[in-house]
């Protein structure tokens, strides 16, 4: 089962499809590698769509934190970001961090 989605890339960013609906422990290390595997030094900006996940763990959010972390700050925006996961994001005032697209 396909677990992301690689949307689109241009010579500085991507987009990427999460389409699990629990973004928890079981897929966070594939997610790590999966975007590794994506990731070349000209990209710059990376739009993660969320639209599918309606849960995510501590897990998850480190996830997320990692990809902040090999973009930068201020390059990482989440797109569909709803119910329990927007909750979590706001709890943990990460959108600071990421900008949240709708």
């Known amino acids: 089962m396909k677990l992301f989605d690689h949307l689109t890339e241009e010579q500085t960013e991507l987009e990427v499809k999460v389409l699990v609906g629990r973004f928890d422990a079981s897929v966070c290390e594939e997610f790590r590698e999966y975007i590794e595997s994506l990731w070349s030094p000209g990209h710059n900006r990376i739009t993660l769509d ?22 930068g700050r201020g390059a990482v925006s989440l ?19 990421f900008t949240l697209l709708d």
């Open 50 to 71: 969320l639209s599918n996940v309606q849960f995510i763990d501590s897990s998850g959010v480190g996830a997320l934190i990692g990809v902040q972390k090999r973009f």
């Open 79 to 97: 797109r569909g970001v709803s119910g329990h996961v927007r909750n979590v994001i706001e709890l943990l005032r990460l959108q600071r961090e």
